[in-house]
């Protein structure tokens, strides 16, 4: 499967993005999803995870409340939708997606086999 991550930007404090994560190549049903953010220098980590069927999500807890990972299989895609931004939130977004029989979620790197380009979500204070 291949996965496109976008819709990034600069944004204000406060402000709002969405993100899509679009699989290509095999039925996005069959995978979980997950958003990873980068800042440069720093190690990659968790934001929020989508099981197969969207019916479990997970958030790490600096975005909780902030932020809502879903999914239209029908189209294909996985959405972040992240609101009240932080200057924090800045990093290059990554998703991730792991071929799944169980439709569990996953919160670390190592149970993603594949990953997309990444983009840039910038927040100005």
């Known amino acids: 499967v291949q996965l496109q991550a976008s819709g990034g930007g600069l944004v204000q404090a406060g402000g709002s993005l969405r993100l899509s994560c679009a699989t290509s190549?095999?039925?996005?049903?069959?995978?979980?999803i997950g958003w990873f953010r980068q800042v440069q220098g720093k190690e990659r980590e968790f934001v929020a995870a989508?099981?197969?069927?969207?019916?479990?999500?997970y958030y790490a807890d600096s975005v909780k409340g902030r932020f809502t990972i879903s999914r239209d299989n029908a189209k294909n895609t996985v959405y972040l939708q992240m609101t009240s931004l932080k200057p924090e939130d800045t990093a290059v977004y990554y998703c991730?997606?792991?071929?799944?029989?169980?439709?569990?979620?996953?919160?670390?790197?190592?149970?993603?086999?594949?990953w997309g380009q990444g983009t840039q979500v910038t927040v100005s204070s």
């Open positions: 989508i099981s197969r069927s969207g019916g479990s999500t």
């Open positions: 190549g095999r039925t996005s049903s069959s995978y979980a």
């Open positions: 991730a997606g792991r071929r799944d029989i169980y439709s569990g979620i996953y919160y670390t790197e190592d149970r993603y086999a594949y």
